[in-house]
């Protein structure tokens, strides 16, 4: 939940913010900053987009951002533009939210954050504070320092702010965040900074000061740190398989070793998303330019992307080797649940090899459905709902973790499937739920009920 105490003491704030790029990160930071009760100016070169969220059209799905987005677009803190010079001469601060795509070596492209670096360089005329919140690389801040620096002979400053958002708890990661991470050695840039997130130190969430160097790789350290927890995970659960444990059994205790902690210990088919897979690529690419293999990255890398379709062999097997025809129901399509992200979602990479090894699918996700129709087009159905997806089915595919799957009705689904066989890559299901109900079902790292 939105932390009331912070909301009821926004007059604590009075900064006006210039937000370079309304993506999602872009959009929740300026929202939740407008939120705070500073004045916030959403610049994007996407004339439309603008347009759209001028009419309080939010762009992306995230729980919780369209009431505050809505409020705060009434209460005149929140506006859009696509006029950066416009934007910035009524701002002290820039916050940078830009794309960092994947190149083809997997290092992250920074064409976008030095262009509009440079762009601040020509149109700067007084001091202003740059922060970088999108996800670079070490090194960074000085790359931008030195583009601005080259057009103008005007102060300022460049800190590293980077942000630690999951999506779909973004709101509540962004008002309640277990650290703020500012990386600047400048005493004024600190000290302005300082006043944006007094409404957090009020309250005994710490601004954590360092380098930007430091900064920088903190994000990336933490975001591949967690990757790896996932995929040791995943790998306990195969391994779990294999002797015949129970890795819900294990996982818990693990996560009750308060070293470890319950969090992103839960076993499934790979991990997906804007973050995860890009900044494991880039820190990996990072270390190979000075001369480090990151080998528990690499080796991270490698096993989620097998993880992410363990469940097609046991697809296979269910059926002799042989899909052709087969008519197969998946639930879920985004990467994860509480959002319509399809970036490097698991569902994808199964889609893809069930559809040459001549299956064929249905699928159901209210939210991602839109997004999923850009990518894979008519190559699969859409279904209206979960059960419709299940009608004729030969087996069901469940892909994300949504909360509307997790307590079915068994007996509706026996009479829509043609074959009562469930292959559960999110483990959806306690195996009390479905031992007495006629089904087999395969999950992860649990015993296969038949």
Same mark, same amino acid.
């Given at each position: ?5 912070i909301?009821q003491?926004k007059?604590t704030l009075?900064v006006n913010?210039t937000?370079v790029?309304t ?5 929740v930071?300026?929202?939740?900053l407008a939120?705070?009760?500073n004045?916030?100016?959403c610049?994007?070169i996407?004339?439309k987009k603008?347009?759209?969220?001028k ?17 705060n677009?009434?209460a005149q803190?929140l506006?859009f533009?696509t006029?950066?010079?416009e934007?910035?001469?009524?701002s002290e601060?820039?916050?940078l939210a830009l ?6 070596d997997?290092?992250?492209d920074l064409s976008y954050?030095?262009?509009?670096a440079n ?7 007084d001091?202003?504070v740059i922060?970088?919140?999108s996800?670079?690389?070490v *090194?960074t801040a +000085?790359i931008?320092r030195k583009? &601005?620096?080259?057009? @103008?002979?005007v ?6 702010n980077?942000e630690f958002l999951?999506?779909?708890f973004?709101i509540?990661?962004s ?11 400048s ?7 300082a006043?944006?997130y007094?409404?957090f130190t009020?309250i005994?969430i ?6 930007e160097k430091?900064?920088?790789?903190t ?11 996932i995929?040791?995970?995943n790998?306990?659960a ?7 444990a129970d ?6 205790g693990m996560?009750?070793?308060?070293r470890?902690?319950?969090?992103f ?5 790979g ?7 890009k900044?494991?690529k880039?820190?990996?690419r990072s *270390?190979k330019? +000075?001369g480090?293999?990151?080998? &528990?990255l690499?080796? @991270?890398?490698?096993?989620?992307q097998?993880?992410?379709t363990?469940?097609i062999?046991e697809i296979?097997?269910y059926f002799?080797?042989d899909?052709?025809g087969?008519k197969?129901a998946l639930?879920?399509?985004a990467?994860k ?5 399809m970036?490097e979602?698991?569902?994808l990479?199964?889609?893809?090899i069930?559809l040459e090894?001549?299956a064929s ?6 939210i991602a459905?839109e997004n999923a ?6 190559q ?6 979960m059960?419709?997806?299940?009608e ?5 595919l469940i892909a994300?973790?949504w909360?509307e799957f997790?307590n079915p ?5 026996a009479e829509k499937?043609k074959?009562?066989a469930?292959?559960d ?7 009390e739920?479905?031992?007495d109900?006629?089904?087999f079902?395969k999950s &992860?790292?649990?015993? @296969?009920?038949?």
């Amino acid at each position: 939940m939105i932390n009331s105490y912070i909301c009821q003491n926004k007059k604590t704030l009075i900064v006006n913010i210039t937000i370079v790029g309304t993506g999602y990160v872009g959009l929740v930071t300026g929202t939740t900053l407008a939120e705070l009760g500073n004045t916030v100016y959403c610049v994007d070169i996407d004339a439309k987009k603008v347009e759209r969220m001028k009419k309080g059209i939010v762009p992306i799905y995230e729980p919780g951002l369209e009431e505050i987005f809505l409020r705060n677009i009434q209460a005149q803190r929140l506006f859009f533009t696509t006029d950066l010079k416009e934007a910035l001469e009524k701002s002290e601060v820039i916050y940078l939210a830009l794309p960092t795509p994947p190149g083809e070596d997997g290092s992250a492209d920074l064409s976008y954050v030095i262009s509009v670096a440079n762009q601040i360089g020509d149109l700067i005329t007084d001091y202003k504070v740059i922060v970088n919140k999108s996800t670079v690389p070490v *090194g960074t801040a +000085e790359i931008v320092r030195k583009t &601005i620096a080259a057009k @103008t002979d005007v102060p300022f400053d460049v800190v590293s702010n980077p942000e630690f958002l999951r999506e779909g708890f973004a709101i509540d990661d962004s008002m309640n965040p277990a650290r703020v991470i500012v990386g600047s050695e400048s005493e004024k840039a600190q000290e302005i900074m300082a006043k944006i997130y007094q409404p957090f130190t009020n309250i005994g969430i710490p601004i954590i000061f360092m380098d930007e160097k430091s900064s920088e790789l903190t994000k990336y350290a933490a975001n591949s740190f967690l990757a790896v927890k996932i995929t040791f995970m995943n790998e306990i659960a195969n391994y779990c398989e294999k002797v015949g444990a129970d890795v819900d059994k294990v996982r818990l205790g693990m996560g009750s070793d308060d070293r470890i902690g319950h969090r992103f210990l839960f076993p499934g088919i790979g991990y997906g998303g804007s973050c995860f897979p890009k900044d494991v690529k880039a820190l990996i690419r990072s *270390g190979k330019q +000075e001369g480090f293999d990151f080998q &528990i990255l690499e080796a @991270t890398e490698e096993v989620n992307q097998a993880q992410k379709t363990i469940l097609i062999s046991e697809i296979e097997q269910y059926f002799k080797g042989d899909l052709k025809g087969k008519k197969i129901a998946l639930w879920g399509l985004a990467f994860k649940a509480n959002t319509d992200d399809m970036r490097e979602a698991s569902s994808l990479d199964n889609i893809k090899i069930l559809l040459e090894k001549g299956a064929s699918i249905t699928a159901f996700d209210t939210i991602a459905e839109e997004n999923a129709r850009q990518i894979l087009g008519d190559q699969i159905s859409y279904a209206k709902d979960m059960y419709s997806a299940l009608e004729d089915a030969d087996c069901l595919l469940i892909a994300t973790e949504w909360s509307e799957f997790k307590n079915p009705n068994f007996e509706l689904m026996a009479e829509k499937m043609k074959t009562k066989a469930i292959f559960d890559g999110r483990n959806m299901f306690a195996l009390e739920q479905v031992e007495d109900k006629g089904f087999f079902y395969k999950s &992860i790292g649990r015993k @296969t009920l038949n």
